[in-house]
C-alpha cells in the first residue's frame, strides 16, 4: 500500500495491518489478490448501490454480484427477466471468486445482493451451520458468513439456544423454530440444494460408497475413499478435480476442498459414516460426561505416519495449541473447548466453555489429531503456526502424504497402520481447471473418476461408456442469493418477501441443473434433513400478482414506464 500524507501514521498502520489479515484470509483459500481494477469496480457499484432510493422516486437499478461460473451467469440471466415482471431492474457484475471472499465477505462490500453456492461439507450437515455461522449478528463481523447484515435478536436467541440445547427433542424444536424467522425474514432468496454427479470407471474400481453431500469422490467425509477396490493389477486411482490445494498446513486453511483434502492425512477426532451419522475415527469413543465436560479416548496403538506413537499427550497439545494461537480457520474449536485434562494414557477430558449440542459432530469432527513431536518444533520467528509450509506434513489418517507438484498432482499412499486400512494403494489427484477436459480424461482412461460436479448432459454422455458409472446424490449444500439488509429497498421486509414470490426456484433448477436436486422451502436447512427441516413451513407460493400485492401493500408503486416506485415518505 503507497503512502499517502492524509494518512496518519497510526491510520496508516491500521490499514498495513488489515491488508495483511486480508493477505492471510486469501491465502487460507488459496485465492490471490483482486486486481485493482476489481476492487474498484466493486467499491464503484457498492457506492451506486448504497445511494438510498429516495421515497415516492422509482427504485435504482439493483446492484448484484456473482461468481462468473457458467450456473451463476444463467441463474440471473434467468431472474433478470423474472423480476422484470414486478418492475424491478439489475446491476449485473461478474468476478472471481477470489473476489467474492476478498470483497464480499472479507471487507463485506455486497451491494444489494449477491449469489454464491454452498458445498455439502461434514459439518454443515449439523443446522448449527446455516443457521448460526450464516445469520446470528456477531457474524456480521468481518470476515463472518453474515455479510448481508441480518439481525434479529429473537432469532439470535433461538440459534444460541439451539446450540447448547442437549435434549434433542427440545433443541429439535428450537432449530425449526429458528427458520421461521428465516423464511418470514427472507435475509436470503435459498433457491435449491443440487444433486452431486460424480463419475467412475467400473471396470477398473469397484467400492464406490455414495454419502450424503459429499458423493463418491469429494474428499470432504474420508470414509468414502476406504472401500474403493481395484480391479485390475493397478492399485492406486487416479482423481480429477477442478481445484488444487493451496497449503500443506492444516491450521491455516478454513476452505472446505483444502481443509477436507489435509483431514486424509490428519484424521479428525471424529468423522461421518456412510448414512451421513457422526462415529468415532481418531478416537476409540467418547462420553458426555457433564453438557460441559467431554471425556474422549484416542484409540489405541494410533501411529503418526513417521512411526511415532500418538498418546493424550499429542490431543491436550492438540487443543492447547489451537487455543493458544487462535487460529482464524479453528475458530469453532477454542470458541468451544476451554480446557484439556490429560487423564490416562489414551484418554483427556474436555471442559466446554459453553455447552454444545453440535460439539461431537461440528468440532470433534472439525478438530484433528496434531503430532506433538513435529510442531512443538515450529520457528518461533513466525507471526503464526499458520505461516510455517509444512511440506511434509505427517499425520495419522489413512492417507499418507508423498508428494505435491501446484497445478500438476497431489499423491497419497495407504497407512497399514491405521485402524481401517484403506484398500488401495495409493491415489493421485489431478487438478484439471475445465469439467470437459476432466470429461474427456475419463473418457479416454486416462483418469479413473470424475470426482467434481458434472451436469446431467455431460452425465449422460458419460453414461453411454459402457466402462463408466454415473452416480447421483443428494446434498444439503445450497444456492442462495444473499441480500443486504442494510441499505434500501433490500432492507424492506416486503420488498425482500415479494422477491420470494416471483422467484420460480424449480424452474430455475430445471433450466441450469436440469432438476437434478431438490427446490428449497425458502429454509436454509434442506428438506432432505426430515430431522431438522420444518414441515410446517413450505415454499413461498410463485406469483407475480402475489408479488405485486405484497409490494402494494406495503406503499409501492408503479410508474407509467411499469418501474417499480419506492415508498412514498
Same mark, same amino acid.
Given at each position: 500500500?503507497?503512502?499517502?500524507?492524509?494518512?496518519?501514521?497510526?491510520?496508516?498502520?491500521?490499514?498495513?495491518?488489515?491488508?495483511?489479515?486480508?493477505?492471510?484470509?486469501?491465502?487460507?483459500?488459496?485465492?490471490?489478490?483482486?486486481?485493482?481494477?476489481?476492487?474498484?469496480?466493486?467499491? &464503484?457499484? +457498492?457506492?451506486?448501490?448504497?445511494? @438510498?432510493?429516495? $421515497?415516492? *422516486?422509482?427504485? !435504482?437499478?439493483? /446492484?448484484?454480484?456473482?461468481?462468473?461460473?457458467?450456473?451463476?451467469?444463467?441463474?440471473?440471466?434467468?431472474?433478470?427477466?423474472?423480476?422484470?415482471?414486478?418492475?424491478?431492474?439489475?446491476?449485473?457484475?461478474? &468476478?472471481? +471468486?477470489?473476489?467474492?471472499?476478498? @470483497?464480499?465477505? $472479507?471487507? *463485506?462490500?455486497? !451491494?444489494?445482493? /449477491?449469489?454464491?453456492?454452498?458445498?455439502?461439507?461434514?459439518?454443515?450437515?449439523?443446522?448449527?451451520?446455516?443457521?448460526?455461522?450464516?445469520?446470528?449478528?456477531?457474524?456480521?463481523?468481518?470476515?463472518?458468513?453474515?455479510?448481508?447484515?441480518?439481525?434479529?435478536?429473537?432469532?439470535?436467541?433461538?440459534?444460541?439456544?439451539?446450540?447448547?440445547?442437549?435434549?434433542?427433542?427440545?433443541?429439535?424444536?428450537?432449530?425449526?423454530?429458528?427458520?421461521?424467522?428465516?423464511?418470514?425474514?427472507?435475509?436470503?432468496?435459498?433457491?435449491?440444494?443440487?444433486?452431486?454427479?460424480?463419475?467412475?470407471?467400473?471396470?477398473?474400481?469397484?467400492?464406490?460408497?455414495?454419502?450424503?453431500?459429499?458423493?463418491?469422490?469429494?474428499?470432504?467425509?474420508?470414509?468414502?475413499?476406504?472401500?474403493?477396490?481395484?480391479?485390475?493389477?493397478?492399485?492406486?486411482?487416479?482423481?480429477?478435480?477442478?481445484?488444487?490445494?493451496?497449503?500443506?498446513?492444516?491450521?491455516?486453511?478454513?476452505?472446505?476442498?483444502?481443509?477436507?483434502?489435509?483431514?486424509?492425512?490428519?484424521?479428525?477426532?471424529?468423522?461421518?459414516?456412510?448414512?451421513?451419522?457422526?462415529?468415532?475415527?481418531?478416537?476409540?469413543?467418547?462420553?458426555?460426561?457433564?453438557?460441559?465436560?467431554?471425556?474422549?479416548?484416542?484409540?489405541?496403538?494410533?501411529?503418526?505416519?513417521?512411526?511415532?506413537?500418538?498418546?493424550?499427550?499429542?490431543?491436550?497439545?492438540?487443543?492447547?495449541?489451537?487455543?493458544?494461537?487462535?487460529?482464524?480457520?479453528?475458530?469453532?474449536?477454542?470458541?468451544?473447548?476451554?480446557?484439556?485434562?490429560?487423564?490416562?494414557?489414551?484418554?483427556?477430558?474436555?471442559?466446554?466453555?459453553?455447552?454444545?449440542?453440535?460439539?461431537?459432530?461440528?468440532?470433534?469432527?472439525?478438530?484433528?489429531?496434531?503430532?506433538?513431536?513435529?510442531?512443538?518444533?515450529?520457528?518461533?520467528?513466525?507471526?503464526?503456526?499458520?505461516?510455517?509450509?509444512?511440506?511434509?506434513?505427517?499425520?495419522?489418517?489413512?492417507?499418507?502424504?508423498?508428494?505435491?507438484?501446484?497445478?500438476?498432482?497431489?499423491?497419497?499412499?495407504?497407512?497399514?497402520?491405521?485402524?481401517?486400512?484403506?484398500?488401495?494403494?495409493?491415489?493421485?489427484?489431478?487438478?484439471?481447471?475445465?469439467?470437459?477436459?476432466?470429461?474427456?480424461?475419463?473418457?479416454?482412461?486416462?483418469?479413473?473418476?470424475?470426482?467434481?460436479?458434472?451436469?446431467?448432459?455431460?452425465?449422460?454422455?458419460?453414461?453411454?461408456?459402457?466402462?463408466?458409472?454415473?452416480?447421483?446424490?443428494?446434498?444439503?449444500?445450497?444456492?442462495?442469493?444473499?441480500?443486504?439488509?442494510?441499505?434500501?429497498?433490500?432492507?424492506?421486509?416486503?420488498?425482500?418477501?415479494?422477491?420470494?414470490?416471483?422467484?420460480?426456484?424449480?424452474?430455475?433448477?430445471?433450466?441450469?441443473?436440469?432438476?437434478?436436486?431438490?427446490?428449497?422451502?425458502?429454509?436454509?436447512?434442506?428438506?432432505?434433513?426430515?430431522?431438522?427441516?420444518?414441515?410446517?413451513?413450505?415454499?413461498?407460493?410463485?406469483?407475480?400478482?402475489?408479488?405485486?400485492?405484497?409490494?402494494?401493500?406495503?406503499?409501492?408503486?408503479?410508474?407509467?414506464?411499469?418501474?417499480?416506485?419506492?415508498?412514498?415518505?
Amino acid at each position: 500500500m503507497g503512502s499517502n500524507s492524509d494518512v496518519s501514521p497510526a491510520e496508516g498502520r491500521r490499514l498495513r495491518a488489515r491488508r495483511r489479515e486480508v493477505l492471510r484470509f486469501l491465502g487460507g483459500f488459496g485465492l490471490t489478490v483482486p486486481t485493482a481494477a476489481l476492487v474498484s469496480a466493486i467499491d &464503484g457499484a +457498492l457506492k451506486s448501490a448504497s445511494a @438510498q432510493a429516495a $421515497a415516492g *422516486q422509482p427504485v !435504482p437499478r439493483l /446492484g448484484v454480484y456473482l461468481p462468473n461460473w457458467p450456473d451463476q451467469v444463467e441463474l440471473w440471466r434467468q431472474l433478470s427477466r423474472e423480476w422484470q415482471a414486478i418492475g424491478i431492474e439489475l446491476d449485473l457484475q461478474q &468476478g472471481t +471468486l477470489d473476489t467474492f471472499v476478498s @470483497q464480499i465477505v $472479507a471487507e *463485506q462490500k455486497l !451491494p444489494h445482493m /449477491g449469489s454464491m453456492s454452498w458445498g455439502g461439507a461434514p459439518d454443515r450437515l449439523d443446522p448449527d451451520y446455516f443457521l448460526s455461522e450464516m445469520f446470528h449478528s456477531r457474524r456480521t463481523a468481518r470476515g463472518g458468513l453474515n455479510f448481508g447484515f441480518y439481525r434479529n435478536e429473537a432469532f439470535d436467541k433461538l440459534a444460541d439456544a439451539q446450540r447448547s440445547e442437549m435434549d434433542p427433542a427440545k433443541r429439535q424444536q428450537l432449530v425449526r423454530e429458528a427458520q421461521t424467522h428465516i423464511v418470514e425474514d427472507s435475509p436470503s432468496i435459498v433457491l435449491f440444494h443440487r444433486d452431486i454427479i460424480h463419475a467412475y470407471n467400473k471396470r477398473r474400481f469397484s467400492g464406490m460408497k455414495p454419502i450424503l453431500g459429499n458423493g463418491i469422490g469429494f474428499p470432504y467425509m474420508p470414509l468414502s475413499y476406504m472401500d474403493i477396490t481395484p480391479l485390475t493389477p493397478r492399485k492406486f486411482i487416479r482423481l480429477t478435480s477442478i481445484y488444487d490445494i493451496a497449503s500443506l498446513n492444516p491450521f491455516l486453511t478454513p476452505e472446505i476442498y483444502n481443509s477436507t483434502t489435509l483431514r486424509l492425512i490428519y484424521a479428525t477426532f471424529t468423522t461421518r459414516d456412510e448414512k451421513a451419522d457422526v462415529m468415532p475415527w481418531a478416537l476409540e469413543r467418547w462420553n458426555i460426561v457433564n453438557p460441559t465436560t467431554v471425556d474422549i479416548t484416542l484409540r489405541g496403538n494410533t501411529k503418526f505416519h513417521d512411526g511415532r506413537p500418538a498418546t493424550a499427550e499429542d490431543v491436550k497439545f492438540t487443543f492447547d495449541f489451537i487455543n493458544r494461537h487462535r487460529f482464524p480457520a479453528l475458530s469453532r474449536i477454542y470458541e468451544t473447548v476451554e480446557s484439556a485434562e490429560i487423564t490416562g494414557d489414551l484418554t483427556v477430558r474436555l471442559k466446554l466453555r459453553m455447552p454444545s449440542a453440535p460439539f461431537t459432530a461440528n468440532v470433534l469432527g472439525y478438530a484433528f489429531l496434531a503430532p506433538k513431536h513435529i510442531w512443538e518444533r515450529v520457528p518461533s520467528n513466525l507471526a503464526t503456526p499458520a505461516d510455517w509450509p509444512n511440506d511434509k506434513p505427517v499425520g495419522s489418517g489413512p492417507w499418507k502424504f508423498v508428494e505435491w507438484r501446484k497445478a500438476e498432482y497431489l499423491q497419497f499412499a495407504a497407512n497399514p497402520d491405521f485402524f481401517m486400512k484403506p484398500k488401495l494403494d495409493g491415489m493421485v489427484v489431478l487438478p484439471v481447471p475445465q469439467m470437459e477436459s476432466m470429461v474427456g480424461m475419463l473418457e479416454r482412461g486416462d483418469s479413473d473418476m470424475l470426482a467434481w460436479n458434472l451436469d446431467m448432459t455431460l452425465g449422460a454422455r458419460i453414461s453411454r461408456n459402457p466402462e463408466l458409472e454415473v452416480v447421483r446424490t443428494p446434498t444439503h449444500g445450497q444456492h442462495e442469493v444473499r441480500l443486504n439488509l442494510g441499505m434500501a429497498p433490500t432492507n424492506n421486509k416486503a420488498f425482500r418477501r415479494a422477491l420470494q414470490h416471483v422467484t420460480d426456484r424449480k424452474k430455475l433448477l430445471d433450466i441450469i441443473f436440469s432438476g437434478a436436486g431438490v427446490v428449497s422451502n425458502g429454509a436454509p436447512i434442506t428438506p432432505a434433513l426430515d430431522n431438522w427441516a420444518n414441515p410446517a413451513i413450505s415454499a413461498p407460493e410463485v406469483s407475480v400478482d402475489r408479488a405485486r400485492a405484497v409490494l402494494r401493500d406495503a406503499g409501492f408503486t408503479w410508474n407509467p414506464q411499469g418501474r417499480l416506485v419506492m415508498p412514498a415518505a
